[in-house]
């Protein structure tokens, strides 16, 4: 019997632990919920919806996507807001006001939910806040046709060099800063790279950036593969002791849940720039802050698919004068075919939870290098 108590005592802070995490999550999903309808209500009083594009990055006439998304003009955009907004005032209120409130009923447990820690938060919770910031811009030039790109919104040059300044500061700060300089293999072990990881992390951040805007094109299908990737790295982050960096992950997980509810087919609003490239980018330092590049690549294994259609569409255009895919990304190939818009959401969902489910365990269990 004294074995038991003695075992029940020691598990306690890990019981904590995982209350602190889910309840977190909890809060985003609660706070997002409701801050949705006010936001929601600001962007139909002040039509930022949409415009249907009918050419595509490279200049060249659209002949299915224009089309098939013809009745989604008008919807509004910037529906990404919603999410890093509810991470940022949940990660102030856990740092200032919960204290405050532990210390007035005397319950200790409502402090410990802070988890506003420089070396897991700060600089993930920089870069989505950042791009955030970026990426609503874009938005409010693409709606409201002001900008060098035809049609209105940032050209993708421009785009690329931003989002290249943000990920090479993170990677100066990983690697000058926190003195790191090693990637894991899972199964193998640690390898030095040196002032290699500098471009690798760049690498890195621009491939979920990047990717999770080419795959922000259907109703809930980029919104549910970032919901799936963030919970899998809040469980990596808690299997490695990375507390307040899972608290983090589910935030933005419990915010995307609350997200989805209304951006499911038929979608009230749209992600946009704000929140496609913010949390894209972001789960691209997440990755790094977990030491797990390699795994990020399997998690979100759809990411390669749609960028590499992308990819193959444009040199197989500029090389042979022909075209791979009916259209790019890969999405929208599946619609020019007739798949109904839900069944390839539904469908991508699957596959992400299955190559997740594969990225999680092996995450787990070939840790590598804790930073924290």
């Known amino acids: 019997m004294e074995t038991i108590q003695i ?52 200049g060249e006439q659209l002949t299915f996507v224009n089309k098939l998304h013809a009745s989604k003009a008008g919807t509004p955009t910037m529906g990404g807001l919603i999410v890093w907004v509810t991470v940022l005032i949940l990660v102030l209120l856990s740092h200032y006001v919960f204290p405050f409130i532990a210390e007035w009923t005397n319950t200790n447990f409502i402090a410990r939910l802070d988890f506003f820690k420089r070396s897991q938060v700060w600089l993930p919770l920089f870069v989505l806040v950042t791009a955030g910031l970026l990426g609503l811009l874009d938005d409010y030039m693409s709606v409201r046709g002001h900008g060098s790109n035809k049609g209105g919104g940032m050209r993708f040059a421009f785009r690329f060099w931003w989002l290249f300044a943000i990920a090479g500061a993170g990677a100066w700060w990983f690697y000058s800063k926190l003195g790191w300089d090693q990637i894991h293999v899972p199964a193998i072990g640690d390898f030095t790279i040196g002032w290699w990881y500098i471009p690798l992390f760049i690498f890195v951040i621009l491939f979920t950036a990047i990717s999770s805007n080419e795959t922000d094109g259907l109703d809930g299908l980029n919104g549910g593969v970032l919901l799936i990737a963030f919970s899998s790295f809040a469980l990596i982050a808690f299997s490695r002791n990375m507390m307040d960096l899972s608290a983090f992950c589910l935030a933005i997980a419990g915010a995307l849940m609350a997200f989805l509810w209304f951006n499911i087919y038929p979608a009230r609003f749209f992600m946009g720039d704000t929140g496609a490239i913010a949390l894209g980018t972001t789960l691209g330092v997440v990755a790094m802050l977990t030491n797990s590049a390699i795994v990020l690549f399997i998690i979100v294994a759809i990411y390669s698919l749609e960028s590499g259609s992308v990819a193959i569409q444009l040199a197989s255009k500029r090389f042979f004068g022909r075209k791979v895919f009916l259209a790019a990304p890969l999405h929208h190939h599946f619609e020019a075919r007739g798949w109904p818009e839900p069944k390839i959401v539904m469908r991508a969902w699957l596959f992400t939870a299955l190559t997740a489910l594969i990225g999680v365990m092996i995450g787990i269990l070939g840790m590598g290098k804790i930073i924290a």
């Open 7 to 58: 075992a029940q005592i020691q598990s306690i802070p890990q019981v904590l632990n995982v209350l602190k995490v889910m309840i977190t999550g909890l809060l985003g999903f609660l706070l997002a919920f409701a801050l949705t309808p006010l936001w929601t209500n600001i962007l139909y009083r002040y039509k930022f919806g949409i415009k249907i594009k009918n050419r595509s990055v490279s």
